[in-house]
């Protein structure tokens, strides 16, 4: 028990002295779950650069115009002679789209000629693109069932039979999700998730590896090879009592934000421990692989770094190849992101989230036994290297003793 208390306390003040691993571990997440909120606060693209060229300055073509400048995601930017270069143009102002009104554009509907409106839009920014034309369409879609309704009204027909001819049947289109289409909602959880993991992995990375490293390993752990499991828990228990912290700090960044709280907490909290203890132990299970902490890091940033691009959250799973979705299946974030959609953005019940669950709690086994063995096999080596026994658990140092060092002539030397 002794000697527990020790290492229990040797290893938070590992985590505690370590300047590098606290600004990682716990002033980034502040910093991105800041930075990422406020970025994406507004929760919607409004003021959208979009130019506007009328080339026919009619009462129709003005009105168009005002329809356009009226609605809100978007700013107009109004030419009345054509650039000449759109291409330049479009890049010079930043805008998402431009709209050419085609010259005798009144006369032409006056005539049933059916003008053509262009549109291009500038897809190098697939989300400004798509809120621009989402308004775009929706206020030429407007505007042309309001002048086909008032030509057959000049006809003689009534309004409403007007619009019943103009629309032979109703559409009702009814958002589920995220009715405000609000990307604050959207992408601030499934960012915050990616920055725990990243931070976790950071900080597992160099626990073991730095430990064996500086042999300090051998002196502090000597006599306790065969209780690998105590062992692994130690070093994780700093990561654990301070990602509480994190997941804190978010929950209440969260409240700031106005991000949804899910119904069901304690399922939330759950799904979120099985996951930090995942995270853990994949870091662990590297850590005690590859020996050296620079290289244990790089090894786990390149699992971790691309983890948010496959994890099926913005692009879906079913359009990658298999190779990538049994690779994206081994990454702990993979099937929380997807639990976490269903709980903060759909608002789902519990049941559904059950085997995400199931699948973190795999992977945190598979991951825990492949380390556990990997320790056992280490220490092993190790303490046979230094012909060092349970005997020597007399000699580990304990919070009396801590500078005691283990007297054996292979280990001096």
């Known amino acids: 028990m002794k000697q527990i208390k020790y290492l229990l306390k040797r290893e938070f003040r590992l985590f505690l002295t370590n300047k590098t691993l606290i600004s990682v571990f716990l002033l980034a997440p502040v910093f991105y779950a800041l930075l990422i909120g406020f970025t994406y606060q507004s929760g919607k693209v409004e003021n959208i650069p979009v130019i506007v060229v009328n080339h026919d300055n009619t009462p129709l ?50 005539q049933k000629k059916y003008p053509e409106v262009n549109v291009y839009v500038n897809t190098s920014n697939v989300l400004t693109a798509n809120f621009a034309t989402k308004a775009i369409q929706q206020t030429l879609g407007t505007f042309s069932a309001g002048a086909e309704i008032k030509a057959l009204q000049k006809k003689g027909m009534n309004a409403d039979l007007a619009k019943t001819q103009f629309e032979p049947f109703k559409a009702n289109y009814i958002t589920l999700f995220n009715t405000t289409s609000n990307y604050l909602i959207f992408m601030w959880p499934a960012m915050m998730a990616v920055v725990l993991q990243q931070v976790i992995l950071l900080a597992m990375a160099v626990s073991f590896s730095e430990e064996f490293k500086r042999e300090s390993f051998i002196k502090d752990f000597a006599g306790k090879e065969k209780y690998a499991v105590a062992v692994m828990a130690i070093k994780c228990l700093p990561i654990w009592v301070f990602a509480n912290f994190n997941i804190l700090f978010f929950y209440l960044c969260s409240l700031y934000f106005k991000i949804p709280v899910p119904d069901n907490v304690w399922n939330f909290f759950l799904i979120t421990a099985v996951f930090v203890v995942a995270a853990t132990n994949l870091g662990v299970l590297v850590s005690i692989v590859i020996p050296d902490a620079l290289k244990a890091t790089q090894y786990l940033m390149v699992i971790a770094s691309p983890a948010f691009i496959i994890s099926g959250f913005t692009w879906p799973t079913y359009a990658m190849p298999e190779f990538i979705k049994n690779f ?19 608002n789902g019940s519990a049941i559904l989230t059950k ?33 060092i026994s349970e005997d020597y658990e007399e000699q580990i140092p304990t919070e009396e003793n801590p500078n005691l060092i283990i007297n054996d002539e292979n280990f001096l030397n």
Do not use: C
């Not at 329809?67 to 890049?91: G, H, R, V």
């Not at 994206?328 to 759909?346: D, H």
């Open 61 to 110: 073509s003005d009105q168009l115009l005002e329809m356009l400048q009226d609605s809100k995601p978007l700013k107009i930017l109004s030419y009345i002679n054509e650039p000449a270069n759109l291409k330049d143009e479009t890049i010079k102002t930043e805008a998402a789209a431009m709209i050419i009104i085609p010259e005798r554009f009144e006369a032409m509907m006056l």
């Open 328 to 346: 994206t299946a081994i990454i702990p974030l993979t099937p929380y992101l997807e639990a976490l959609k269903i709980m903060v953005v759909q």
């Open 355 to 387: 085997k995400y669950l199931v699948h973190l709690l795999i992977l945190g086994w598979v991951y825990f036994i492949i380390g556990w063995i990997a320790l056992k096999i280490k220490i092993h080596f190790l303490f046979k290297k230094y012909n």
